[in-house]
């Protein structure tokens, strides 16, 4: 059984205006909601963790503490943006501890690239993956996940909020996908798994 954590990152400095562009870091809030989210989820031992490469989703993951296995940057992880708004700002220069990004996928419409990323998800060795991102890009992969056919999956919107968890287990034998937890706070799952 695959589980699968979708975590959208914790608040940014953008959120609450206190810097602008769409590329900010953490506020202090934010901070502490990802030192929370580490406690909470330390000791899952991830095989995998897909990350957005925008800063607020890299923070997100580096003040959690939660140790970094195989870490991968995914450019198709990032927020829904008007063509271009990301070249400027990618390809960074990815911190040593991740794969840095090889998909170069944030012009690519985003329900497109969020169905890429979850037959390449769901296809892998990996059995505890964590996912960070962001806002649209989480509701887009949990409507994937939560609605069978296409026409409900253009129809419904899965908000989560800053620093919330949700988990999908996913059965490789049987192609089963069950919403677990959705928008929870991460504390809450201790209860659940």
């Not at 580096?62 to 271009?84: N, Q, T, W, Y």
């Not at 996913?170 to 504390?187: F, I, K, T």
Request: aromatic share 8%.
């Amino acid at each position: 059984m695959k589980k699968i954590y979708i975590v959208r990152h914790a608040e940014s400095k953008a959120q609450t205006g206190g810097e602008f562009g769409i590329d900010s870091g953490l506020s202090s809030r934010g901070q502490k909601q990802a030192e929370q989210l580490g406690k909470t989820l330390k000791n899952i031992g991830f095989d995998e963790i897909r990350l957005s490469p925008l800063k607020r989703a890299r923070e997100t993951l580096e003040f959690s503490g939660i140790e970094k296995s195989e870490v991968i940057f995914d450019s198709r992880l990032i927020e829904a943006m008007p063509e271009h708004a990301y070249d400027e700002l990618l390809p960074y220069d990815y911190p040593s501890y991740g794969i840095a990004d090889g998909y170069k996928a944030w012009n690519i419409n985003l329900l497109s690239r969020m169905n890429n990323f979850l037959d390449e998800v769901l296809k892998s060795d990996s059995e505890n993956i964590l996912i960070i991102s962001h806002g649209m890009a989480m509701s887009t992969l949990l409507r994937i996940f939560i609605c069978a056919d296409k026409q409900t999956v253009s129809n419904c919107y899965c908000f989560m909020n800053n620093a919330a968890v949700s988990l999908v287990d996913y059965n490789e034998s049987s192609g089963e996908r069950r919403l677990v937890a959705w928008n929870s706070e991460a504390s809450s799952l201790i209860k659940i798994k």
